[in-house]
C-alpha cells in the first residue's frame, strides 16, 4: 500500500531536548511538507522540500531544523529552541512542486514536553 | 498573500440535515481548491476538489463549486449523518511568496452530528 508514514504516533520530550519526528513515504512525490496543528489554529506550514537535497522555511520555521537526503524521507527536529513544543504534527507529499495540487498526509505525531 | 477563511464552529446538527460551512479564500494567482477531513487523533484526507472557476467537485455526498466571482468554496451535503462527525478544513494550492505550492488550509470547522 502507498502511502506515508509517521512515526512514533505519540512522543515526549523533556525540557531542553531535540526530538526527531519520522516521515516516509513510498508515493515517489518529489515535494514533501511539515505542518504543525494547535487547537483553533488550522495547520501552519514548518518547511517544505520540492526536491532532494533541498528545502524552504515555512512561515512558523524557528525552532526547527529538517534535512531531504532521501526522495522518500523528511524528517523534522524539533529542537530545545523551540519555546512551545507541544503540538501535533503533520507531514504530507504531493507528487509535484509545481503547480497547484491536492497532497497526501500522514496520521500525524503527537509531541508532549514534559 | 493567499488566505482561506472558514466559519467557525462548533456546527451541531441533526442526523438528515442539510450541510453548508462557509469558505472564501485570497490568492494572488490561479488556485486549485479543497476540502479535508479530519478524524480525531488522524491526519487529514482529501474529500473534495476544484482547479478552476464553476467546477464543482463532489464526493461521498459532499460537493463544494469553485466561484471565482465571490471568491467561495463553499461545502454542502443534503443529509448528513453521524459518521460525518469531524473537523472540515478548507485549503488553497497557489504560488506563495514563502512556500511554493503548499496547501494554505482555513483554522477548521468542527462537525457533530447528533442522532
Known amino acids: 500500500d502507498g502511502g506515508i508514514t509517521q512515526s512514533p504516533k505519540y512522543l515526549f520530550r523533556k525540557e531542553g531536548q531535540n526530538v526527531t519526528l519520522s516521515c516516509e513515504q513510498n508515493?515517489?512525490?518529489?515535494?514533501m511538507y511539515w505542518y504543525r496543528q494547535d487547537p483553533g489554529q488550522g495547520l501552519r506550514l514548518i518547511y517544505y522540500s520540492q526536491i532532494v537535497n533541498d528545502f524552504q522555511k515555512g512561515d512558523i520555521a524557528e525552532g526547527y531544523s529538517v534535512s531531504r537526503e532521501k526522495k522518500e524521507s523528511f524528517p523534522l527536529t524539533v529542537t530545545s529552541a523551540q519555546k512551545n513544543p507541544t503540538a501535533f504534527y503533520l507531514c504530507?507529499?504531493?507528487?509535484?512542486?509545481?503547480?497547484?495540487?491536492?497532497?497526501?498526509f500522514g496520521q500525524g505525531t503527537r509531541l508532549t514536553v514534559v | 498573500g493567499n488566505s482561506v477563511t472558514q466559519m467557525e464552529g462548533p456546527v451541531t446538527l441533526s442526523e438528515e440535515a442539510f450541510l453548508t460551512i462557509n469558505c472564501t479564500y485570497t490568492a494572488t494567482g490561479y488556485p486549485s481548491l479543497f476540502w479535508y477531513v479530519q478524524y480525531p487523533g488522524e491526519g487529514l484526507q482529501l474529500l473534495l476538489k476544484a482547479t478552476k472557476a464553476d467546477d464543482k467537485g463532489s464526493n461521498k455526498g459532499f460537493e463544494a463549486t469553485y466561484r471565482k466571482e465571490t471568491t467561495s468554496f463553499h461545502l454542502e451535503k443534503g443529509s448528513v449523518q453521524v459518521s460525518d462527525s469531524a473537523v472540515y478544513f478548507c485549503a488553497l494550492s497557489d504560488q506563495g511568496s514563502n512556500s511554493g505550492y503548499a496547501l494554505n488550509f482555513g483554522k477548521g470547522t468542527s462537525l457533530l452530528v447528533t442522532p
Open positions: 504530507a507529499s504531493s507528487i509535484s512542486p509545481i503547480g497547484p495540487t491536492e497532497a497526501f
Open positions: 508515493l515517489n512525490h518529489d515535494a
